[in-house]
């Protein structure tokens, strides 16, 4: 059952966003061949199985209860502070709990709503492209940031945040979109950072180093007290 699992997870179908890549290392691998160029060849085959890897994008199966906050992302939490959401956000600037996953270039990079709502913002903001494992990766990296309203009234923040080799963040998400805990939205470039900032005085659930699968690892409970 383990074996199959994993099976599924490596040989998931990729994310549209790795069309052009997979496109430019086929035709390299096809003109090695044409012309004889074996080193292009295996160099165009190599740079296939790379992105086929890291485009991967499997089913995820969000837990079937409503009011969770789910993890965006797969990835391990490198920080839980309490901290303003991103200004250009408008959420105000009291303090609530940010739980920020790292992606190392071996996870599944596809990015997926936390919670369900509606999008009520969406800001892209250029940056530095430090390492995303750095806690002031949060304000000073190249970042888009979207604000959701939850059923509830309450509002809920997702950041994709590019990092030291990822440069480029890609989104789906446009204000008004009515979203579901799970639903792909995004995915960013080759290694990154994900933070959730959930509604004031909701906690977390996840500790520091726990590794999340995004889509299904809860991260918080909104009806919790």
Known sequence: ??????????????????RPFLIGGAVAALLGLALLGHWLFWLGVLFVGFCLYFFRDPERFPPPRAGLVIAPADGKVVSIVQVPAPEELGLGDA???RVAIFLSVLDVHVNRMPADGTVMRVSYRHGQFLSA????ASTENERNAIALALPDGRDLAVVQIAGLVARRILSDAKVGDVVHAGE????IRFGSRTDVYLPPGVQPLVSLGQTMIGGETVLADLGAT
Not at 1 to 18: D, N
Not at 133 to 136: A, H, P, Q, R, S
Not at 184 to 187: K, M, T
């Open 1 to 18: 059952m383990a074996l199959g699992h994993s099976l599924r997870l490596v040989l998931a179908p990729p994310h549209p966003a790795g």
């Open 95 to 97: 303090p609530r709990w």
């Open 133 to 136: 494992n750095l806690d002031k």
């Open 184 to 187: 792909r939205f995004g995915i």
